[in-house]
């Protein structure tokens, strides 16, 4: 470090004492000084080709980078953004918003792994759940079924009482004929709802496998 420091304080002397730099200044210009009494600035960059470059106003090679601003002594005073085009700083722009919204799932997703092991902190407690949850299902599929039963016996009752009608069936009474259509509706609801509670028994592994990949690795770390 300090022989890089000895290095600009001598680059500095010798452009001030000889009046040369490495980026000529335009006629007529000024040269930059910096704040007040602290002596003139050095610029500093690398180019697209990797070359450093120093001059003593920002480098017109370097518009497109990052420059830096240096004391006498050789430390950064301050940096110079890149100037960008409207279609860079555009890029820029959306390159930053993606990046803030993967930062953003990344903290969301670590909330939500810190919630999973806080809930289920074993593969015991997460087994224990995912088979209390599958009960609950099975209990109503099980209620269900049982009612398709009751519906069964209903649909033999009204059978025996068609019974009587077998020879010409347009003669059964509309009750009948009610109870018929009734009966077979309440059969489609019920073997409809089973349907639904057996893709629901899926989802439910589904839910759990997914969490149970997720939390094996956070239960071995723990």
């Excluded at 500095?12 to 009494?37: I, N």
């Excluded at 890029?91 to 990046?99: I, L």
């Excluded at 004929?177 to 509706?185: F, H, I, L, T, Y």
Aim: hydrophobic share 35%; glycine share 4%.
């Amino acid at each position: 470090m300090a022989r890089t420091q000895a290095l600009y304080a001598s680059l500095a002397l010798s452009l001030a004492a000889a009046g040369a730099v490495h980026a000529q200044p335009q006629a007529g210009a000024r040269p930059a000084t910096g704040d007040a009494g602290s002596g003139p600035s050095i610029y500093s960059c690398t180019d697209a080709k990797g070359r450093t470059i120093t001059a003593d106003r920002p480098i017109p090679d370097c518009i497109d980078r990052e420059q830096r601003e240096l004391n006498p002594s050789g430390t950064t005073r301050r940096k110079l953004e890149p100037t960008y085009t409207a279609r860079e700083q555009a890029e820029r722009e959306e390159r930053e918003r993606q990046a803030q919204l993967l930062a953003a799932r990344q903290l969301e997703e670590r909330r939500r792994e810190r919630a999973l092991l806080i809930r289920y902190p074993t593969p015991m407690a997460h087994d224990r759940e995912r088979a209390e949850a599958l009960v609950q299902i099975d209990a109503v599929i099980q209620a269900a079924k049982k009612r398709l039963g009751e519906l069964a016996d209903e649909r033999k009752r009204i059978d025996d009482e068609l019974e009587f009608y077998k020879k010409d069936p347009s003669k059964a009474p509309d009750s009948i004929r009610r109870k018929v259509e009734d009966n077979a509706r309440s059969v489609a609801v019920q073997n409809r709802f089973i349907g639904e509670q057996e893709d629901e028994k899926k989802r439910v592994n589904v839910r759990f496998d997914e969490e149970q990949a997720r939390l094996k690795p956070l239960w071995a770390a723990k």
